[in-house]
């Protein structure tokens, strides 16, 4: 007969209250030996906690965001026949045999025991491992204990398993494929290390741990700007027209309850532009050689809030009139503000808008929002006089500064969307 056992959180070393940034199961899963339970965060690392045995989950006692120490209840375990009802079951941090997790100020995370000398694939193909992107890497530690015994940066890899975890065969099939040329020496391609500065020796420093917000988008941003070639194509609009229709459109928008903002007249101008260049709404295939066409149009938007920036998405705006535009615009800008956007609000996006009209600037480079292919930044608009044959007028003239991913888009293309999109701008009345 089944017998129920306790997981609780294993030794952390002299770390407590250590957020949980990651749930990996639910009630009711099964669950194998080693499979990765929850992701603990540190000021220091982060860390996976394994399953000890494998059973299926009858009760989940934690969730995302919840603060954990040594002994905490994760969760409760419908074990094999031959585990003990009795003893709570307690997860190794790392497949060892007395070696404990001990985190210092030089290594994120030691979930191993030490390995002599680790196994060499071939000389010079593997470089040093990345201690801080291993750590984070969603793996057993049995896994980690294997791939670093053969030099393996966990972080190069795509897991196989579940929630992408990294498995034992994905790290074969990585070795195998340097090993006969299939993939190029991971050597070959590692960024050199920042130069580690010890701040304190200048002055009075100290140290804040990133906002939640940042530790997601700083990795995205930063894979997007390695992975793709980002082109900037800037121009610029005449926006007088549109501006006069909106100041006369602003009572009645007022009187519906929101605010007329000139992004609801740059989301439907821009909605129009994707429909005549469909190029710019596709996705590189996970292949990297075919090209996915979406026939939908989301388009998402950058909202500052206190927690960092957020990016909604307005589903459908190609088929929306400009109040219903503006008044997605401020029900989800407010929602962003106060937390309170669902998960699902801030996916599916075509293309992104970055407009920092209202607090200024005259150009910028905004980076692709993967697995998008272009984003559209939008300074602040000004007043410049314009030749229109005879003499100069006063014309308002908006800036566009659109980044693209020029794998899939050329040069000639850019700046025919945005001339495209400049004279849609013009032209927008309603």
């Given at each position: 007969?089944?017998?129920?056992?306790?997981?609780?959180?294993?030794?952390?070393?002299?770390?407590?209250?250590?957020?949980?940034?990651?749930?990996?199961?639910?009630?009711?899963?099964?669950?194998?030996?080693?499979?990765?339970?929850?992701?603990?965060?540190?000021?220091?690392?982060?860390?996976?906690?394994?399953?000890?045995?494998?059973?299926?989950?009858?009760?989940?006692?934690?969730?995302?965001?919840?603060?954990?120490?040594?002994?905490?209840?994760?969760?409760?375990?419908?074990?094999?026949?031959?585990?003990?009802?009795?003893?709570?079951?307690?997860?190794?941090?790392?497949?060892?045999?007395?070696?404990?997790?001990?985190?210092?100020?030089?290594?994120?995370?030691?979930?191993?025991?030490?390995?002599?000398?680790?196994?060499?694939?071939?000389?010079?193909?593997?470089?040093?491992?990345?201690?801080?992107?291993?750590?984070?890497?969603?793996?057993?530690?049995?896994?980690?204990?294997?791939?670093?015994?053969?030099?393996?940066?966990?972080?190069?890899?795509?897991?196989?398993?579940?929630?992408?975890?990294?498995?034992?065969?994905?790290?074969?099939?990585?070795?195998?494929?340097?090993?006969?040329?299939?993939?190029?020496?991971?050597?070959?391609?590692?960024?050199?290390?920042?130069?580690?500065?010890?701040?304190?020796?200048?002055?009075?420093?100290?140290?804040?741990?990133?906002?939640?917000?940042?530790?997601?988008?700083?990795?995205?941003?930063?894979?997007?700007?390695?992975?793709?070639?980002?082109?900037?194509?800037?121009?610029?609009?005449?926006?007088?027209?549109?501006?006069?229709?909106?100041?006369?459109?602003?009572?009645?928008?007022?009187?519906?309850?929101?605010?007329?903002?000139?992004?609801?007249?740059?989301?439907?101008?821009?909605?129009?532009?994707?429909?005549?260049?469909?190029?710019?709404?596709?996705?590189?295939?996970?292949?990297?050689?075919?090209?996915?066409?979406?026939?939908?149009?989301?388009?998402?938007?950058?909202?500052?809030?206190?927690?960092?920036?957020?990016?909604?998405?307005?589903?459908?705006?190609?088929?929306?009139?400009?109040?219903?535009?503006?008044?997605?615009?401020?029900?989800?800008?407010?929602?962003?503000?106060?937390?309170?956007?669902?998960?699902?609000?801030?996916?599916?996006?075509?293309?992104?808008?970055?407009?920092?009209?209202?607090?200024?600037?005259?150009?910028?480079?905004?980076?692709?929002?993967?697995?998008?292919?272009?984003?559209?930044?939008?300074?602040?608009?000004?007043?410049?006089?314009?030749?229109?044959?005879?003499?100069?007028?006063?014309?308002?003239?908006?800036?566009?500064?659109?980044?693209?991913d020029h794998r899939i888009i050329d040069g000639a293309t850019g700046v025919r969307?945005?001339?495209?999109?400049?004279?849609?701008?013009?032209?927008?009345?309603?």
């Open positions: 007969m089944a017998k129920n056992q306790k997981v609780l959180v294993p030794d952390i070393g002299d770390f407590a209250e250590v957020e949980i940034v990651d749930v990996m199961i639910s009630a009711g899963d099964q669950v194998a030996a080693e499979d990765s339970l929850i992701t603990l965060e540190t000021d220091k690392a982060a860390m996976d906690v394994p399953a000890p045995i494998p059973g299926k989950v009858i009760e989940l006692k934690v969730a995302l965001g919840d603060k954990v120490s040594e002994g905490s209840l994760i969760l409760v375990l419908e074990a094999n026949e031959s585990e003990s009802e009795e003893t709570p079951a307690e997860p190794k941090l790392s497949k060892k045999t007395e070696t404990k997790v001990e985190l210092d100020k030089t290594t994120s995370v030691s979930s191993h025991p030490k390995v002599s000398k680790p196994v060499s694939i071939s000389n010079g193909l593997m470089p040093a491992i990345n201690e801080a992107g291993f750590s984070k890497a969603h793996a057993s530690p049995s896994v980690r204990k294997f791939a670093r015994e053969l030099g393996v940066n966990l972080i190069q890899l795509k897991g196989s398993g579940s929630k992408d975890r990294i498995t034992k065969d994905d790290v074969k099939a990585f070795v195998k494929a340097v090993m006969s040329g299939q993939l190029d020496s991971p050597g070959g391609n590692v960024l050199p290390e920042l130069p580690q500065v010890d701040f304190t020796k200048f002055g009075t420093v100290e140290e804040k741990p990133l906002g939640r917000i940042q530790k997601i988008s700083g990795p995205r941003l930063h894979s997007s700007w390695l992975n793709y070639p980002h082109v900037t194509q800037n121009d610029e609009a005449d926006i007088t027209a549109m501006e006069e229709a909106r100041q006369s459109l602003k009572v009645k928008a007022a009187e519906l309850g929101f605010k007329l903002t000139p992004l609801a007249f740059v989301i439907k101008a821009l909605a129009q532009s994707l429909e005549e260049f469909p190029v710019f709404n596709t996705s590189m295939a996970p292949d990297g050689k075919n090209l996915i066409w979406k026939k939908y149009l989301h388009v998402g938007f950058a909202a500052d809030t206190p927690s960092g920036l957020v990016v909604p998405v307005i589903r459908d705006a190609d088929q929306k009139d400009i109040f219903q535009l503006a008044k997605e615009l401020a029900e989800m800008s407010t929602r962003a503000r106060e937390g309170k956007l669902k998960a699902e609000e801030m996916q599916g996006g075509c293309i992104t808008v970055s407009s920092l009209g209202g607090i200024g600037g005259t150009s910028f480079t905004p980076i692709i929002n993967p697995p998008e292919v272009a984003i559209l930044g939008i300074p602040r608009a000004k007043i410049q006089p314009v030749w229109n044959g005879e003499a100069f007028i006063p014309r308002l003239i908006q800036p566009l500064c659109l980044t693209y969307f945005t001339s495209y999109l400049a004279n849609a701008l013009s032209e927008l009345k309603k």
